[in-house]
């Protein structure tokens, strides 16, 4: 089994993040919608995790749905499911729905979790292939340069009474983070495994799925990207 079907089906996951920054990823999507003028229409979010960009898309007026591997995310996702938002447990390497989305998002760095290379292929083809004509894809990701040049190596967090040792490394052309933590009487370790994939990478992907880069940024912002400089790497694509 693959380190991203325990780690982000354990409920450990979403202890170590439940602080992540709700008004930052509510300030990206008002800025990338605006930006793009679009105000309707359907949304496949892929890696779409507990939905918290879905659901957000959903009350800006969008039709969407969210598809993740984990189940205990989908799970949880599908409490705030209504007419126009559902959720599906599937694997972004498989083709959805064809020719179906206005826009596909692949955002918070879910993607480079694979192995070899041809399984990320497999994700964009199949994230180009579930758009329409003239679809956009938005992928958000880590900026691995300016990720490797400040790597934390060690880190200790105490949530929920669960405490977590962390520590990072870069190795082979992958970020890992090994998860150390201790619950009670419980002892468990994990890790975290993505391909440090640069502008250059995405940028092979796409071309070969048949879809353009249309516009790059560096930030939630939406400020011009910088490989040494920004915090991440925003990539709008063209079907």
Do not use: P
């Amino acid at each position: 089994m693959s380190w991203f079907e325990t780690w982000f089906d354990s409920k450990y996951y979403h202890i170590l993040y439940k602080n992540r920054d709700e008004k930052e990823a509510i300030r990206f999507l008002d800025n990338i919608t605006q930006y793009l003028k679009i105000t309707k229409g359907s949304i496949l979010d892929v890696g779409c995790g507990k939905g918290r960009h879905a659901k957000y898309f959903n009350e800006l007026g969008f039709n969407v749905v969210g598809i993740d591997l984990s189940l205990n995310s989908i799970s949880i996702a599908k409490q705030n499911e209504t007419q126009d938002l559902k959720f599906y447990q599937f694997d972004m390497r498989r083709i959805f729905k064809e020719n179906s989305f206005n826009i596909v998002t692949n955002l918070f760095t879910s993607f480079g979790y694979f192995d070899n290379t041809q399984d990320e292929q497999k994700t964009i083809n199949a994230m180009s292939k579930n758009l329409k004509k003239d679809g956009l894809l938005i992928i958000d990701f880590m900026n691995v340069k300016k990720i490797i040049k400040d790597l934390v190596s060690k880190e200790y967090k105490e949530i929920n009474n669960v405490k977590f040792d962390i520590t990072r490394e870069f190795k082979a052309n992958y970020i890992l983070k090994n998860i150390s933590l201790t619950d009670n009487n419980i002892s468990l370790e994990f890790q975290e495994k993505v391909h440090a994939l640069t502008l250059f990478d995405f940028s092979e992907m796409i071309q070969k799925s048949g879809m353009a880069i249309i516009d790059i940024f560096g930030n939630y912002n939406l400020d011009d990207f910088d490989a040494s400089k920004s915090e991440r790497l925003i990539l709008i694509a063209k079907k």
